[in-house]
């Protein structure tokens, strides 16, 4: 195995390795549209480090970005990196790959002088868990609902953090309004993207769809750089299906 860092467009169109297991899974649909994604921000929005097996295929991944271009919503002072996922490949889980990872990536940031690493540790077993997290350093800085913000430092202890406050109105133009902010980096919220264009088309001037690309103006703006909201309200967390999708926006629209 070999774990590296990204720094071009061909190895960006080889992301997101937990989208390419097989069986792959329902979501792969997304694939295509978060490559783009990725493609296009690789070195602006977001960073990344692949991990390789001896074939050299991807089976795993730690993507990221500097603080003052992360898309998350908070307000955080500058050179810290803030891990938006990692994953390795299921079949090769527990054989040292994301130790390799993690450990190319520590060494890359210690060499740029970064101050530390944040990540939102989830409650979500085998996914961005906070315990893997903490087996490594982290320390819980502020708890987030559910899941926990966590800090491991580099070169700086403690960092000032100031999560943002979302601001999503309705604009009163149809019935239901689909807001749909970024939702293009994971290949999960890709997928939900497409099924919400086919069925807000299917239910014509009844659903308005609205697609904001994420950038750090649409962070300022709305307080949050990526999520997908129904009449002002966050849905679609995690995976869902095009008949999820459809019945959820039946129902508001029956609602309405």
């Known amino acids: 195995m070999r774990a590296y860092r990204l720094t071009d467009r061909e190895e960006a169109a080889r992301a997101y390795p937990c989208a390419t297991e097989s069986p792959p899974p329902f979501w792969a649909e997304g694939l295509s ?37 992360a898309l998350v ?106 807001l749909v902010i970024g939702s293009h980096f994971c290949p999960v919220g890709a997928s939900a993207v497409l099924a919400l264009r086919r069925v807000a088309d299917e239910l014509g001037g009844k659903v308005a769809l609205k697609e904001v690309p994420a950038s750090m103006e649409t962070l300022a703006r709305y307080g949050v750089a990526d999520g997908i909201f129904v009449n002002g309200e966050p849905r679609f967390f995690g995976p869902v299906t095009e008949e999820q999708v459809r019945r959820a926006l039946q129902e508001a629209v029956a609602g309405s």
């Open 73 to 178: 919503p908070y307000r955080i002072e500058d050179r810290v990196a803030v891990i938006y996922c990692e994953w390795v490949q299921r079949p090769h889980q527990g054989r040292g790959g994301m130790r390799m990872l993690f450990d190319a990536f520590v060494d890359f940031l210690r060499s740029e002088g970064y101050k530390g690493i944040l990540v939102a540790g989830t409650e979500i077993e085998g996914y961005m868990h906070h315990r893997h997290f903490a087996r490594r350093g982290f320390r819980v800085i502020r708890e987030e609902g559910p899941g926990k913000l966590m800090y491991l430092p580099l070169g700086q202890e403690t960092i000032q953090v100031e999560p943002l406050t979302p601001r999503i109105a309705r604009e009163e133009v149809a019935p239901v309004e689909v």
């Open 33 to 69: 549209l978060s490559r783009a994604w990725f493609a296009d921000s690789l070195g602006h929005y977001v960073e990344g480090f692949h991990l390789e097996d001896d074939a050299g295929q991807v089976i795993g991944h730690i993507y990221w970005a500097p603080s003052e271009r």
